[in-house]
């Protein structure tokens, strides 16, 4: 199975700040990298797709790059809503899907 | 957009089973594929199982092969997640969500049920 991580498990940021967000598969997964935010109490909710297409109605502020095992999320400018969990989340080996532990995003 | 509602919280005992439902309304039931994670308490999302309506065709994660079942019922358009033999260590939040093929052939989890909390204690 492929295996996902992220790095770093926990950040603290402040309003304003460019963020970055690390996620690494442990084989070649193309672009089939996605990226969910999740907040607590709620569903996760998709971002990036394609390891860089911005789903529809998520602000421009938030980015993806990558391609093969690495993979990068970031936000150019933090806002107060954005303090979440970040997961990424690969379908190269679909129909087996895996998730990674998440990053959780603090207010500084 | 299709519409996620699953059923209620429940506590059950050690050893049963569950079944959470996850009814769909938007859009044509039969024409979506149906996943289910779950999410343990402090840590990431777990991919469980999938079926495809239209075809009754389900596949499961290896770790929950032979606990898990999933089913639909097109005339209610909805799907079930039923699991066995429950242990303290499947407590955890239910999650159902539509699976979509993006125009890159990447497929996504884009509509999500609101969850539903399974406790496992005697």
């Known amino acids: 199975d492929i295996q996902m991580t992220q790095s770093p498990s926990s950040l603290s940021a402040s309003v304003g700040d460019r963020v970055t967000v690390t996620c690494r598969a442990s084989?070649?997964?193309?672009?089939?990298l996605n990226w969910y935010q999740q907040k607590p109490g709620k569903a996760p909710k998709l971002l990036i797709y394609g390891a860089s297409s911005l789903q529809s109605g998520v602000p421009s502020r938030f980015s993806g790059s990558g391609s093969g095992t690495d993979f990068t999320l970031t936000i150019s400018s933090l806002q107060p809503e954005d303090f979440a969990t970040y997961y990424c989340?690969?379908?190269?080996?679909?129909?087996?899907?895996?998730f990674g532990p998440g990053t959780k995003l603090y207010i500084k | 957009q299709v519409q996620l509602v699953q059923s209620g919280a429940e506590v059950k005992k050690p050893g049963s089973s569950v079944k959470v439902s996850c009814k769909a309304s938007g859009g044509t039931f039969n024409s979506h594929t149906i996943t289910w994670v779950r999410q343990a308490p402090g840590q990431g999302p777990e991919w469980m199982g999938r079926i495809i309506p239209k075809f009754d065709t389900r596949y499961y994660a290896q770790r929950f092969q032979g606990r898990v079942t999933i089913t639909a019922d097109e005339s209610t358009s909805t799907a079930y997640m039923e699991l066995s033999s429950l242990r303290s260590e499947d407590t955890a939040v239910y999650y159902c969500a539509r699976e979509f093929l993006t125009i890159f052939g990447v497929i996504v989890f884009d509509s999500w049920g609101q969850g539903t909390l399974i406790t496992v204690s005697s």
């Open positions: 084989q070649t997964i193309d672009i089939y």
């Open positions: 989340q690969q379908s190269y080996s679909a129909p087996i899907f895996t």
